[in-house]
T-cell receptor, first 115, second 111 residues
Framework: GAVVSQHPSRVICKSGTSVKIECRSL??????MFWYRQFPKQSLMLMAT?????????EQGVEKDKFLINHASLTLSTLTVTSAHPEDSSFYIC???????????FGPGTRLTVL | GEDVEQSLFLSVREGDSSVINCTYT??????LYWYKQEPGAGLQLLTY?????DMKQDQRLTVLLNKKDKHLSLRIADTQTGDSAIYFC???????????FGPGTRLSVLP
């Protein structure tokens, strides 16, 4: 397997502020990381694919200026929710793909609540 | 686009077998996965199966794949209360990327 961490695990913020969520691959270098969003009692929706050293690839309907993704190193990707609104409240989960492995390893998730 | 469907709820008694079903539409699926999510946590990979396989067994878990009908099932033998969770079926046609998840099946294990 692989160990993936996310920080913070929970965050509460006011409307209009920005929140940064970190995803770290702790035991291997990940050229590709994924960001998902999960609404209560719903499945995971892929938001974007984060590639180290290049721009992230966003899924249709996901605003790249609102959800800023930075994959500056092989072990760290960050998701910044800019000018957060209550409808951005959700569970955000990252995953990493290990080269030559056909599976994704998921982080524990970050619960964002925007007041 | 690709679609993955699952029944949303399943209740079983402790000690019984659980069978969680999944159907998918992408005929080019190469890998199919089962993930487990406990409350407030991320996803834990339980098992996966390559599309040229019919069955895979791993301790209490048995995965059956009917590629013709695009039907995948997960059987949990001797279900325990610790198995209560949401189980997600997922498929990919691109070697571990572009996962498509089902809506998840909430398994409740009754004493």
């Amino acid at each position: 397997g692989a160990v993936v961490s996310q920080h913070p695990s929970r965050v509460i913020c006011k409307s209009g502020t920005s929140v940064k969520i970190e995803c770290r691959s702790l035991d291997f270098q990940a050229t590709t990381m994924f960001w998902y969003r999960q609404f209560p009692k719903q499945s995971l929706m892929l938001m974007a694919t984060s590639n180290e050293g290049s721009k992230a690839t966003y899924e249709q309907g996901v605003e790249k200026d609102k959800f800023l993704i930075n994959h500056a190193s092989l072990t760290l990707s960050t998701l910044t929710v800019t000018s957060a609104h209550p409808e951005d409240s959700s569970f955000y989960i990252c995953s990493v793909k290990k080269t030559n492995y056909n599976e994704q390893f998921f982080g524990p998730g970050t619960r964002l609540t925007v007041l | 686009g690709e679609d993955v469907e699952q029944s949303l709820f399943l209740s079983v008694r402790e000690g019984d077998s659980s069978v969680i079903n999944c159907t998918y539409t992408d005929s080019s699926s190469t890998y199919l996965y089962w993930y487990k999510q406990e409350p407030g946590a991320g996803l834990q990979l339980l098992t996966y199966i390559f599309s040229n396989m019919d069955m895979k067994q791993d301790q209490r878990l048995t995965v059956l794949l009917n590629k013709k009908d695009k039907h995948l099932s997960l059987r949990i033998a001797d279900t325990q209360t610790g198995d209560s969770a949401i189980y997600f079926c997922a498929e990919t046609s691109s070697y571990g990327q572009n996962f498509v998840f089902g809506p998840g099946t909430r398994l409740s294990v009754l004493p």
